[in-house]
Structures are given as C-alpha cells and as structure tokens.
C-alpha cells in the first residue's frame, strides 16, 4: 500500500492528494449558529476533477461548496461562504432546519 490516506480524516487526504500532484481545496466550517450538521473545524477535501472527502453540512450545501472549490482551485483565491435560513436558497441547500453556516474554502498551495 503506497501512502493510503486515513479515509476517516479529510486533512490526511488533502495532503495525500497535494503529494500527487492533485489540484486541491480545502472547506472549513469556521462559524455556525443555531442548528447545524456539522460542527466548526469541520473539513471537505476537494481535487480538481470534483472527487471529495469528508462534510461540512448536509443536503445540498457540500454540493453548492464543491461547485465553489472548483474555482477556488482555478483562481487561486479564497472564498467566504455563508449559508443559512436568512438567505432565499436555505431550503435549496437544506438549512430548512434554521440553522446558519460559515465554510471558508482556499487552495492548497505548496
């Protein structure tokens, strides 16, 4: 077995999939509020062919984050995401439950 990932830990595959040579991102849950799937430091791994590993929410949340990694990967900057019971599109991405997230999703680099 050359350098299996620990399948449970999103940050061992990150890197596992930075050392070959993998496009990736890395989603972080940084703040909630109410109900919420998934607690802060949370993570979702990325690469650029939109394979992942790991959840910051349920419902179609980690669905809209990974749409967003993937320009995360090709711009090279950062994005603040936010999702909650506040905005039109809570029940689109199931935050029906009013709960709010913060992810902060960047790639990794070097």
């Keep these: 077995m050359q350098n299996e990932p620990n399948i449970l830990d999103p940050l061992a595959v990150a890197e ?16 909630t509020w109410g109900s919420a799937p998934r607690p802060v430091g949370s993570h979702l791994v990325i690469d650029g062919e939109g394979n992942f590993q790991g959840s910051v929410s349920g419902g179609c949340v980690e669905g809209a984050v990974i749409a967003e990694a993937a320009d995360v990967i090709t711009s090279g900057t950062p994005r ?31």
């Design 80 to 110: 603040l995401l936010e999702f909650g019971v506040a905005d039109e599109t809570a029940w689109r991405v199931g935050l029906s439950c009013g709960g709010r997230i913060r992810v902060y999703v960047e790639r990794i680099d070097g």
């Design 16 to 31: 596992t999939w930075h050392e070959q040579g993998r496009a990736v991102a890395l989603a972080t849950v940084i703040d």
